[in-house]
């Protein structure tokens, strides 16, 4: 008889299944039609409750019945088992028997005998079927009701149509799973050895030239008529690829000065702006063409060549050819200052290694290596591998807060409004702190902007070469901190994207060994890794966000473990004294916390809330002053989800761990907690008495204020409410004038009266005389 | 009117630099200077900074409606005898939602009666909130006025069954529990309340160590979309598993009683209605095994017990 139940249990899948399928094209074709049978299913428990719908429930249900096993009898073994053997054994050993439902209705009995075999194609006779017979009880129910619930009531599709994909999918999953064990082992060895070949032929290539430059060029070297055909603008990634020794050998002689000239032209007008970072002024073309000649007839003619392989790919290997005389031993002389590490090591101050650190990845770093030992040979580099980051947009600068003033409160309100702009400060980074600390970001954007211009790196020059120095990558990192600040997501990625992956070899400064001799690790402010790393996130990529964290975990982790083997940050062999080095741990620790911070909140923004809190947790170990702060957080992320019990577990953790503040810190967060308890427990009246405990233990407690008032009105003390971040916002409006809290009032204004506007005006008024160019303005709601 | 869902915390989009950086310490200062941030850990997204609901958003079948009712004088007269009626209207019914009915006596200028109503929503659907306020002017002349505040309910979950039957009359349910939000959810308690003839056995747990832990592991809360599989083991009662025609054709095993939390604590219930099965029709006799051994040595007789029931 086991056989037969089986049997019977399978069909009975194919029904469901069937009926499921059924039940999602008839989602297409009714779509109230099913959701009013899924909704009576649903609510029909409580209704109960409510005495009077009870009857009507009632003959709801015995009318929808159908639907209503429909979305009840799911089995495990799904769909298709009618066809595959093994499920059905599965079944068996279950010993499931007979499955029918009570439920027998005509509707199913007909699927039924329809099952026999279970194909999808089989489907569409049903449709029909079932249709009509929804079609029925839809009528029947809009003659009891009013018609009113027919419209909008699609809401439920795509929940419905979902499940069903997900159960026509597992048994397949148990299918193939062994199979597929199989086979990734089968292939793991061939995998290694490409690996293997790869890396070989990778780091080949820049040994090859390590020993002596000459030979390996020579048959690389590109042409130089083709380098001649580009203008200075274009891409050298065209002349680079192309090299023909024909041409080489003939026009050696003519195209030589050429191609010298354009080159010197070209690559000194970047290494001026290198050695020069200072210059305020837009650096012409002209000016630098100049400088260039007077570099030139220096001594020291082999910076030339350096810089001009940095900057262009191709030009380098001709003038390499040229300097080709020059005896093999002198030009060992002229570098072995550069190039010998304990030289290095002694010009590099112990803060700038430190700081600067940063692992390169192998095809950086054998750039990196040939820049520095292979002066005279070729260093090629894509076009693509250069960082050539320009301005993307010219004026960000605006000010929201006069728009709105302009509009509501007439002109010459708006003409009161002054506020710094770029204009008004020094134009140095003097001003630029003074725009930031003001809170005039965009002016600060705009500045930073205008910095950049100087540096030769300014709008439209994306694209075009240029060289970085300290400064340069510090007014990037400024500016588009200033963006991502001011929720200006795209454009920061604008402006990040010629940037890469920020490990491009022009970021280091071994790329410049005549500007930075002897320096050492990336001019990439780690921060700005950060900045770079956390910015997908806010532009709904957090995957893309994680990968280059992870990425910078990685690295981080991998400083670490060269200092506790006695090594140089980035793995070298330098000698650094027990203090130094002791220093050096502990910032890159708590760099390496600081991407776990990243990570988490991006773990947290994706709604991942199981990895966030591991991930806070391993925060902790690198921030262990900040666990109370933590934990709390933690403790918050638990409530959100609503699970009120980890919460308060998490609190208790906290008030364990509150040592670690001061008294009234931790007075104030245990307290905090508490309130935050109550809320998730839903007494907002105890909520309340916490909030105001904190405020009598700390008046100017923005956080507490503003939520005493928030649980003031949800206890229906509207009028309370607003008198607390009234008074709140006017005792200190140079603290108080959050976005959040501005929003809370905002609202409770629209509330109160259907004349908010001039209330919200006031709030404006106020804004005005406070706040800078960056005030985030939507929370006044004045749209 | 206001629907007063959870309010939520303020998150804040953390910009660090380094003290060797250009800014020097200005961003960490300017995030220290943010109200909204924690203090001591500026860096942490998920600040404490309630703030108020931005929008309707969603209602499902089961959660609380809570709803701000202002009436606010706007004039510059003096209203008397002002009531407030809140009724909520559903597709079947019209339920009276106002805390009292009483009238207030007077409303002053810039003055407002304020409530605050809930109500569990059980039907899914359009509901319409209706809010009638009627007043007497200081001429006497009487006003009355109504607003309509519509909104949708929607379904939450998703809950499908299966039973297996066993040999020896104990009923396996298995039941799937999706969530169908938009937002996660924590699932506080899925229980089955069997029917008077079954006590069950909730098999969602492993005890180890001689602590019970949930097989739904660390992870407490279903995202959206995420389905759950819960198994409960029912048996019949003494009473009535004697009595094996009882337990014969339709029975009633009992219901599914869950109850979920959202954000910050906002509490959702529901119950499935009475789930049915077929038991297992046997004909008029039954055979089934009492005791039979697993392993016989050969050319040995051995026992088995069979019991036979007539149905």
Not at chain 1, 747 to 770: D, F, G, H, P
Not at chain 2, 133 to 155: A, I
Request: charged letters at 25%.
């Amino acid at each position: 008889s086991n056989a037969k139940d089986a049997k019977s249990t399978s069909d009975e899948d194919d029904s469901r299944d069937i009926v499921q399928q059924k039940t999602q094209e008839e989602i297409l074709f009714h779509e109230e039609t099913i959701d009013l049978g899924g909704d009576e299913f649903e609510s029909e428990g409580n209704e109960t409750v409510s005495e009077d719908s009870n009857n009507f429930v009632d003959k709801l249900n015995e009318q929808m019945m159908e639907s209503v096993i429909i979305s009840d009898s799911p089995n495990n073994s799904e769909d298709d088992t009618g066809e595959l053997g093994c499920l059905q054994e599965i079944v068996d050993q279950m010993e499931a028997k007979d499955n029918q439902k009570t439920q027998t209705e005509v509707d199913k009995e007909e699927f039924l005998s329809n099952e026999s075999e279970t194909e999808h194609e089989e489907t569409p006779k049903d449709i029909s079927e079932i249709g009509t017979d929804d079609q029925a009880s839809l009528k029947e129910e809009s003659l009891q009701e009013a018609a009113k619930e027919e419209p909008k009531l699609g809401n439920n599709v795509p929940v419905d149509t979902k499940p069903n994909n997900i159960d026509e999918s597992t048994p397949e999953d148990q299918i193939l799973s062994p199979s597929t064990t199989k086979s990734s082992s089968e292939s793991e060895p061939i995998p290694v050895c490409t690996i293997f070949s790869q890396a070989n032929n990778a780091s080949s290539q820049p040994q090859l030239f390590l020993p002596d430059g000459f030979e390996p060029q020579m048959v690389k070297s590109p042409s130089f008529s083709s380098i001649i055909e580009t203008p200075v603008k274009s891409n050298p990634q065209v002349v680079q690829p192309s090299p023909s020794l024909s041409k080489f050998f003939g026009d050696t002689a003519s195209t030589n000065t050429l191609a010298s000239d354009f080159f010197d032209s070209f690559t000194t007008s970047s290494f001026i702006s290198v050695s020069n970072p200072n210059a305020s002024s837009s650096v012409s073309e002209q000016m630098s063409s100049l400088s260039n000649g007077g570099d030139s007839s220096s001594s020291n003619s082999t910076l030339h060549v350096q810089n001009g392989r940095s900057e262009a790919d191709g030009p380098p290997s001709s003038l390499e050819i040229t300097q080709s005389p020059k005896p093999f031993s002198q030009i060992q002389a002229v570098f072995a200052g550069s190039d010998d590490p304990f030289a290095t090591a002694l010009n590099m101050s112990e803060l700038d290694r430190r700081n600067d650190a940063w692992i390169p990845s192998e095809e950086t770093r054998n750039v990196l290596i040939s820049v520095a030992t292979q002066q005279y040979s070729t260093v090629f580099i894509d076009k693509e591998n250069l960082t050539m980051p320009g301005l993307k947009f010219d004026n960000i600068q605006g000010d929201a807060v006069k728009d709105l003033m302009l509009r509501f409160l007439g002109e010459q309100a708006a003409v009161k409004r002054q506020v710094l702009n770029a204009n008004s400060v020094e134009q140095s980074f003097v001003g630029l702190k003074q725009l930031i600390s003001s809170k005039n970001w965009r002016a600060a954007v705009d500045l930073c902007g205008r910095l950049l211009t100087a540096h030769g790196q300014g709008y439209k020059k994306s694209g075009l070469p240029a060289s970085h120095t300290t400064d340069s990558l510090q007014l990037w990192f400024v500016r588009l901190a200033l963006l991502v600040k001011l929720n200006l997501f795209q454009n920061a990625e604008m402006e990040f994207e010629p940037f890469g992956n920020l490990d491009q070899p022009d970021l280091y400064y071994e790329y410049y060994p005549n500007v930075y001799p002897g320096r050492k690790g990336s001019m990439v402010p780690f921060s700005m890794r950060i900045l770079h790393a956390e910015l997908p996130q806010y532009l709904g990529n957090p995957q893309e966000s994680l990968d280059r964290l992870h990425s910078m975990k990685i690295i981080c982790t991998k400083i670490l473990e060269h200092l506790e083997q006695g090594l140089a940050e980035d793995g070298s062999m330098t000698n650094i004294t027990q203090e130094n080095r002791q220093a050096s741990v502990q910032l890159w620790r708590s760099r390496l916390g600081r991407v776990m911070y990243s990570m988490a909140n991006c773990l947290l923004m994706m709604k991942d809330y199981v990895l966030a809190v591991d991930a806070y947790h391993s925060v902790i170990k690198y921030y262990p002053q900040q666990e109370p702060q933590l934990l709390s957080g933690i403790g918050r992320i638990f409530l959100q989800i609503g699970d009120i019990k980890t919460a308060e577990k998490y609190f208790q953790d906290v008030e364990k761990a509150a040592h670690k503040l001061d008294g009234l810190q931790s007075q104030i967060m245990v307290l905090m907690n508490r309130a935050f308890l109550h809320l998730g427990q839903n007494n907002f009246a105890e909520a309340h008495r916490f909030f105001t405990e904190i405020l009598r233990i700390d008046s100017s407690n923005a956080v507490a204020n503003n939520n005493a008032a928030v649980c003031l009105l949800y206890l229906g003390k509207l009028k309370d409410s607003l008198r607390q971040l009234e008074g709140m916002v006017q005792q200190d409006p140079q603290h108080y004038l959050h976005e959040s809290v501005l929003f809370n009032l905002t609202t409770m204004y629209e509330l109160e009266s259907s004349r908010s506007m001039q209330k919200k005006q006031a709030l404006l008024e106020a804004v005005a005389i406070k706040e800078g160019d960056s005030f985030n303005t939507q929370c006044l709601k004045l749209g | 009117v206001m629907r007063l869902t959870k309010p939520t915390l303020f998150t804040n989009i953390p910009v660090t630099c380094e003290e060797r950086d250009l800014p020097g310490n200005l961003f960490n200062q300017l995030m220290k200077d943010d109200p909204s941030t924690v203090k001591g850990a500026e860096t942490l997204m998920l600040g404490e900074m309630l703030t108020l609901p931005q929008n309707f958003g969603n209602i499902f079948l089961g959660e609380t409606f809570s709803s701000y009712i202002s009436v606010h004088n706007d004039s510059n007269q003096v209203v008397k005898d002002i009531l407030v009626k809140a009724d909520l209207q559903t597709s079947s019914q019209r339920l009276n939602l106002s805390a009292s009915s009483a009238a207030v006596a007077e409303l002053k200028p810039d003055c407002c009666i304020d409530d605050v109503i809930h109500h569990e929503v059980k039907e899914i659907g359009t509901h319409i909130l209706v809010c009638a306020v009627s007043y007497t002017t200081q001429t006497g002349e009487k006003m009355y006025f109504r607003k309509f505040f519509k909104f949708q309910v929607l379904k939450p979950l998703d809950v499908k069954t299966k039973f297996y039957n066993a040999e020896t009359d104990e009923v396996f349910l298995e039941a799937q529990i999706q969530n169908i939000t938009t937002s996660p959810m924590f699932m506080e308690k899925v229980s089955l309340e069997p029917s008077m003839m079954y006590n069950v056995a909730e098999l969602n747990t492993v005890d180890t160590a001689g602590e019970s832990e949930s097989t739904f592991g660390a992870r407490t809360y279903l995202q959206p979309m995420d389905t759950r599989q819960y198994l409960y083991c029912l048996k019949p009662k003494q009473e009535f598993a004697e009595k094996a025609g009882v337990i014969k054709g339709v029975t009633v095993i009992g219901k599914l009683d869950i109850v979920w939390k959202t954000n910050l604590g906002e509490r959702g219930r529901l119950q499935t209605s009475q789930l049915q099965r077929m038991a297992p029709g046997y004909g008029d006799v039954r055979l089934s095994l009492e005791t039979i051994p697993d392993t016989v040595n050969l050319e040995e007789p051995f026992d088995i017990t069979c019991k036979i029931t007539n149905c």
